[in-house]
């Protein structure tokens, strides 16, 4: 009878590969700490985007070492794949550090990330040689994405070149067993970037720039304060006057402002917070989470209106705590540096130039940004992540696709709130959030931002994919470069988009239904989509069912003025139009009912966003936007308003089959019916807005059970932009669980527009592997 094997005595040797973000994160110095404390000879270094280690020890000990590798691995470390192999002993002693070497792998980059705790300890220590130095950072911590020009990363391809170090802190860059070794952006008082402070002329102030810039902010001004990518402009949230005098420079009606404070315990002060949510907070991402405001929260009304969310962001910089600390940790206005619906400033000449008019002082320094990127934005959502804005501290983190690509493609998005998608080996990239296409300086810093990425990333795309849309900017930006690269192009439709892209998130290749609901896009049958079911996998869809068509009078004009489509409903459900709020202008309603009657510049809309503008207006609500979604979203704070207990039964409605075996088709007239009559019978309009969400789940429950009997599909999942509504996604996900569906959303990426570059991404490539 045998027995067991001992391991061999003999030392053993054995090379690791290690890819992912493992580069400019403390991966090597984790490796070497690693190596001497279990007794292991060998080496570590850089090569291209990967990790190479030999390591020579004990078989025990060596096993340990891979565990701690995948387990053990630095905070801002992602590991993709590890791979190691026997190899022959050399008997040579000691481990070190080696020099990096060129390679085939490609580099990843870490996003910018929160001052860590240590850093922090040294920023607040007056013994600390980096005491109060408001742009310390170490591996752990600090800007990364915004600051790289070039791979591979290293100080000399980012924008920290023009600081050399001094002697103290080359000590700590060349120090293996020093957090700051080979910290590409470390500096300190005496050899890294300095403060400033300007006029609102663009003129250097004297005295200490950050007590001038409190000053400035404590007397209730506005001052521009440059970050990590880009400016922001700040004044005392507490302060009305503050906050409306930069609500009207800035440009911006009605919109949130974000707020900045320095604790999660201040955090708590203004907002009800539950665990999830802390989470997020205090994540190395720092984003700005959507949180309940408390009752009699100090902040001005002009931070956020009616609104009962705040937007709440910990500071995230060594700047931001110093500047939280001297204003005595009163809350601040946090919000993005440019005049409305343009991109963010990021350069000081620009700044200067188009912030000017927008602050008072300017806070600035002299480390340049070399790439733009604003806040993230998230919010718990039915106790788990919904990113709304996927920017600083989560972009670019790969995300795997599941399939190895037969060429790199590039995704270039939507029009608003659009991102792009580079898709190489296997994995996507994903851009941060751009803004919206809608004027020239946006769209040259998206292509910009397009060539930046690709030369970073190493990625030379050889297939362009773009919304169906002919006349979304992005896709005018596809064909350009189709003609100046020769590239081939491939449309893909909206909604199919919107679906693969959590498909992806999650693993799912289909087949599956997709609830894909938002404000518009444009359809395969040349209407405007927004309220589908699609039957999807990765590379085909089938609409099975949609929402009525109506009409959307004025096309575009109907987004910003709501009561144009409550108009379109009231027609259709042959109700007199006296049920329109009193706020329309009745000359302008006989002007647009006529339009609807002559079926003139009407486009037809099946769009589950615009049935939300309806009935917001309706409500008396929202009869004009002066943001993208906003009916919707204070139709929603109007619902949170209703007693729990109230407006739990929905309001009738009625699905039809269309002609022959087509799409089920949600007929909205008794809904709009019955809507109108509670209204006139004087139900409050908080109520009637929760009834009607509880409608809509509904609606969408009892179409994914009829249309699990036809297709025998029981995975769904909701996307498009409607899904960023956390009332409605806690009725519908309760219902369709409760009816023993799988449902998935999208977490990591927006359910809306700023994660349909993933899908249309994943789409081609899976038509490109069918083709093959």
């Not at 220590?125 to 290293?154: K, M, Q, V, W």
């Not at 009207?248 to 999660?264: H, N, T, Y």
């Not at 503008?613 to 002066?626: E, N, P, T």
């Amino acid at each position: 009878m045998s027995t067991p094997q001992e391991p061999s005595r003999q030392p053993e040797r054995r090379s690791f590969v290690v890819t992912g973000l493992v580069q400019g994160v403390g991966f090597r110095p984790f490796v070497h700490r690693l190596a001497h404390e279990l007794g292991l000879a060998g080496f570590v270094l850089n090569r291209a985007g990967e990790v190479h280690v030999e390591a020579e020890g004990a078989h025990s000990a060596l096993d340990s070492f891979e565990s701690a590798l995948l387990q053990h691995a630095p905070p801002l470390a992602s590991i993709a794949a590890l791979r190691s192999r026997s190899i022959a002993p050399d008997g040579r002693v000691g481990f070190l550090i080696a020099d990096s070497v060129g390679g085939e792998a490609k580099p990843f980059v870490v996003p910018d990330v929160a001052t860590c705790e240590r850093c922090l300890a040294e920023l607040f220590e007056p013994t600390d040689r980096r005491f109060h130095y408001p742009f310390s950072n170490c591996t752990e911590c600090g800007p990364r994405l915004s600051i790289i020009e070039a791979a591979p990363y290293d100080r000399a391809r980012t924008t920290m070149r023009g600081f050399p170090l001094c002697e103290e802190c080359r000590t700590e860059y060349e120090d293996p067993d020093n957090r700051r070794f080979h910290a590409e952006p470390t500096a300190c008082a005496g050899c890294g970037p300095r403060l400033s402070l300007l006029d609102s002329a663009g003129h250097a102030l004297e005295g200490d720039p950050l007590s001038g810039a409190v000053s400035a902010l404590c007397a209730e001004q506005v001052v521009a304060i440059k970050g990590i990518g880009g400016f922001h402009l700040a004044c005392l949230a507490s302060s009305e006057r503050a906050c409306s005098e930069l609500r009207r420079r800035k440009g911006r009606d009605e919109k949130p402002f974000a707020i900045l404070v320095r604790s999660a315990a201040q955090v708590l002060e203004l907002c009800e917070v539950a665990a999830p949510e802390l989470v997020l907070l205090q994540s190395p991402a720092r984003p700005i989470v959507l949180l309940r405001r408390r009752a009699g929260a100090s902040v001005a009304h002009a931070v956020a209106g009616s609104s009962p969310l705040l937007g709440v962001m910990l500071a995230y910089t060594p700047l931001q705590h110093l500047l939280c600390l001297a204003v005595a940790d009163a809350p601040l206005v946090m919000t993005s540096g440019n005049p409305s619906q343009q991109p963010i400033a990021f350069e000081d000449d620009d700044a200067r130039a188009r912030l000017a008019p927008l602050s008072d002082r300017v806070l600035t320094h002299n480390r340049p940004i070399h790439l733009r990127c604003d806040d993230s934005v998230v919010r718990i959502i039915n106790g788990a992540e919904s990113t709304l804005r996927r920017a600083r501290g989560l972009s670019p983190r790969p995300t795997p696709l599941g399939q190895q690509l037969r060429r790199s493609i590039l995704a270039l998005g939507a029009h608003e709130n659009v991102t792009f998608a580079l898709g190489r080996g296997d994995h996507a990239l994903v851009s941060h959030h751009l803004g919206d296409l809608g004027n020239l300086s946006a769209l040259h810093a998206y292509r910009t931002t397009i060539t930046h990425y690709e030369r970073l990333f190493q990625v030379e795309p050889e297939l362009l994919v773009h919304d169906l849309h002919p006349s979304y900017a992005s896709t005018e930006v596809a064909y350009q470069l189709s003609r100046e690269r020769g590239l081939a192009l491939l449309a893909v439709q909206h909604h199919h988009a919107h679906v693969v892209s959590c498909m992806v998130e999650h693993g799912l290749s289909g087949p599956l239904l997709g609830i894909a609901c938002d404000g518009t896009g444009y359809g395969e049958d040349g209407t405007l989509w927004g309220g589908e079911l699609l039957l999807c996998d990765r590379s085909t869809s089938r609409r099975v069912a949609h929402f009525r068509r109506l009409p959307m009078p004025g096309g575009e004009r109907a987004i910003h003025e709501p009561w144009r489509m409550a108009l379109a409903h009231l027609l259709d459900a042959e109700l007199g139009l006296d049920a329109l709020p009193s706020g329309v202008d009745r000359q302008a309603v006989r002007v647009v009912s006529r339009m609807v009657l002559r079926d003139f510049n009407c486009p037809r809309t099946s769009s589950v966003g615009r049935l939300f503008d309806a009935v917001s207006a309706l409500c008396g609500v929202r009869l004009s936007s002066s943001y993208e979604g906003q009916a919707a979203i204070e139709l929603e704070w109007a619902a949170m308003r209703a007693p729990q207990a109230e407006s739990r039964d929905p309001y009738p409605y009625q699905i039809t089959r269309s002609a022959g075996a087509g799409p089920l088709v949600v007929d909205t007239r008794l809904l709009i019916r019955a809507l109108v009559a509670d209204l006139r019978s004087g139900a409050l309009a908080a109520s009637v807005a929760r009834r009607f969400h509880v409608t809509l789940a509904d609606i969408f429950c009892e179409l994914c059970v009829a249309l699990r009997l036809e297709h025998a599909l029981s995975r769904v999942v909701l996307a498009g932009g409607v899904f960023a509504n956390a009332l409605l996604v806690q009725e519908l996900e309760a219902r369709l669980k409760a009816q023993h569906f799988e449902v998935y959303r999208s977490h990591a990426y927006p359910a809306g527009d700023g994660g349909l570059s993933l899908g249309q991404l994943a789409i081609a490539a899976a038509r490109d592997e069918q083709a093959a």
